[in-house]
């Protein structure tokens, strides 16, 4: 049961920027962290970032840090990511997840994904 929906992804060029959005009921946002993971074609999924129930921590892939930023609206119970710099190896479906908190000597290190917190995801492709 899909109850994450995602949007804003698209076409760009490399060095382009998109944002994607992420919807979902303030029950979840309220009590579950949060991650956008994605998968290329051929590859596996991997997590991308990550942000805390009350957005006071966030974690990034090595990949994507610097570039990504992850964020929240509450009052919208929305979730974010911003995708500046992109290049042709960010091309992926994006998807959003909710789960729970990953943390890594105190450090939020990432979202353990519920198999039922999860959206249809959205398909980014970045061309150079």
């Known amino acids: 049961q899909v109850q994450l929906v995602e949007s804003g992804g698209g076409s760009v060029q490399a060095g382009g920027s998109l944002t994607l959005s992420c919807a979902a009921s303030g029950y979840i946002y309220n009590n579950y962290c949060m991650g956008w993971f994605r998968q290329a074609p051929g590859k596996e999924r991997e997590g991308v970032a990550a942000?805390?129930?009350?957005?006071?921590?966030?974690w990034y892939a090595r990949s994507v840090s610097g570039r990504f930023t992850i964020s929240k609206d509450n009052a919208k119970n929305r979730r974010f990511l911003q995708m500046n710099i992109l290049k042709p190896e960010d091309t992926a479906m994006y998807y959003c997840?909710?789960?729970?908190?990953?943390?890594?000597?105190?450090?939020?290190?990432?979202?353990?994904?519920?198999?039922?917190?999860w959206g249809q995801g959205i398909q980014d492709t970045v061309s150079s």
């Open positions: 942000i805390s129930t009350t957005g006071g921590r966030t």
């Open positions: 997840e909710a789960g729970s908190c990953v943390f890594r000597n105190g450090a939020l290190a990432g979202v353990a994904p519920d198999e039922e917190l």
